[in-house]
């Protein structure tokens, strides 16, 4: 079983709507609310699946990982869906580092 997702990314390269869906008293900081509507603006009216803005894209990590959203902390790690996009994606059980 995984310990960590580093350099997998998985959950993060392939999201429709980015989760960036806060409870009151859980909003990220004000800069990156304002990263979030500009996002949201510009992607409106589409529904693809597309990578999140908050991927670092060399090193496959959240820029923001202390103000992820909801549905990210409470992604698991080597669950029945992860487990499914990493089989899907054809990656190793075991996250590459």
């Given at each position: 079983?995984?310990?960590?997702?580093?350099?997998?990314?998985?959950?993060?390269?392939?999201?429709?709507?980015?989760?960036?869906?806060?409870?009151?008293?859980?909003?990220p900081?004000?800069?990156?609310r304002?990263?979030?509507?500009?996002?949201?603006?510009?992607?409106?009216?589409?529904?693809?699946?597309?990578?999140?803005?908050?991927?670092?894209?060399?090193?496959?990590?959240?820029?923001?990982?202390?103000?992820?959203?909801?549905?990210?902390?409470?992604?698991?790690?080597?669950?029945?869906?992860?487990?499914?996009?990493?089989?899907?994606?054809?990656?190793?059980?075991?996250?590459?580092?």
């Amino acid at each position: 079983m995984p310990t960590d997702c580093n350099h997998c990314a998985l959950c993060c390269r392939y999201v429709n709507v980015p989760p960036f869906t806060y409870r009151d008293g859980d909003a990220p900081p004000e800069p990156l609310r304002r990263e979030i509507e500009t996002f949201e603006q510009s992607r409106r009216l589409a529904n693809v699946f597309d990578t999140c803005i908050w991927l670092d894209p060399d090193t496959l990590r959240c820029r923001h990982y202390e103000d992820r959203p909801r549905a990210c902390r409470n992604f698991e790690l080597d669950g029945a869906t992860c487990r499914d996009m990493r089989r899907i994606a054809k990656m190793d059980e075991t996250p590459r580092h």
